[in-house]
């Protein structure tokens, strides 16, 4: 039976679809079959594993306005073991018109979850039905941030929702697993007072060891390829590939 991690923060620019797909390709390097599927309509996934849909390529978006199933929308990607449910960059948020356990049922009943290890859930920012649809699927969300004084507050926004899915009794499994600082710069004091913040508020373990800002990460999305795989000695590589290896800890 698949993990589901979902990767959110109501802050756009925050590292998500960058975190995404690097996870994801890290952890089907390692062997898993891994399964991305990108419910943000600006469709990075895509981009950042070289992926190129058509116009008519079955989407998450046209599984949830009810034109498929979710399995027709799998596309494989360059990397072995690594599959795709790309976005649909012309759906219009808030046209979800299905409920809030849609993905979450399609993933169980069309046995996607007995297919894959691991099953990594990009979502955009915007809070409707396409974040809750991917809240209520997954076992445990990952939390990428910037580490700067604004980032508290959409940690917080996040918390609540994740309370509010949780006493709805919409999905009871899902837990933080942990915060991820991205484009971190410890020799500056405002990230480490920020993760200091949050390793108060959360727990020392929750917080990851951090992407550090590195070019080779935005250079890699560019040219469609996981870092690990565009610049293999690259800080950014080594940096995903450690936090890989604390993520699976905190999820043992
Ligand atoms: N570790 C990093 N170093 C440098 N740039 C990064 C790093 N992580 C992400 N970026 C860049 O920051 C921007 C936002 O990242 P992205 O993953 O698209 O965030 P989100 O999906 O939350 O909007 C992108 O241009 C991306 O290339
Ligand atoms: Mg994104």
């Given amino acids: 039976m698949a993990r589901t991690l979902v990767i959110s923060n109501r802050k756009g620019g925050s590292g998500k679809s960058s975190t995404a797909v690097n996870v994801a390709a890290e952890l089907a390097a390692q062997g898993q079959r891994v399964l991305l599927v990108d419910l943000d309509t600006q469709g990075h996934c895509a981009v950042g594993l070289g992926v190129k849909p058509r116009r008519d390529t079955p989407t998450v978006h046209g599984f949830l306005a009810g034109h498929y199933g979710l399995r027709q929308a799998v596309v494989e990607s360059s990397w072995p073991g690594l599959h795709l449910i790309p976005a649909d960059p012309l759906f219009e948020h808030g046209g979800v018109g299905a409920g809030e356990l849609q993905l979450s049922d399609a993933l169980k009943a069309e046995q996607l979850m007995d297919d894959y290890d ?3 859930l990009d979502t955009p920012p915007s809070l409707d039905g396409l974040l809750i649809n991917a809240l ?3 076992d445990r969300v ?3 941030f910037v580490p700067h004084y604004l980032s508290g507050e959409g940690v917080r926004q996040l918390a609540r929702l994740l309370f509010r899915v ?8 899902l837990r ?5 600082p991205v484009m971190v710069d410890l020799r500056i004091g ?9 390793s108060h508020q959360f ?24 870092v690990r ?8 590589a080594a940096d995903y590939a450690q936090a890989v290896q604390v993520l699976e800890k905190l999820w043992a």
Avoid: M, W, Y
């Avoid at 933080?176 to 991820?180: C, K, N, P």
């Fill in 118 to 120: 691991t099953i990594i």
């Fill in 136 to 138: 209520c699927a997954a």
């Fill in 142 to 144: 990952l939390v990428p």
């Fill in 166 to 173: 949780a006493s709805r009794g919409l999905n009871e499994r």
């Fill in 176 to 180: 933080v697993l942990g915060f991820l």
């Fill in 190 to 198: 405002q990230h480490r007072e920020v993760n200091a913040g949050l």
């Fill in 203 to 226: 727990g020392a373990a929750r917080l990851l060891p951090g992407i550090r800002t590195d070019i080779k990460v935005a250079e890699a999305f560019a040219v469609g390829k996981p």
């Fill in 229 to 236: 795989v565009h610049a293999p000695g690259s800080r950014a």
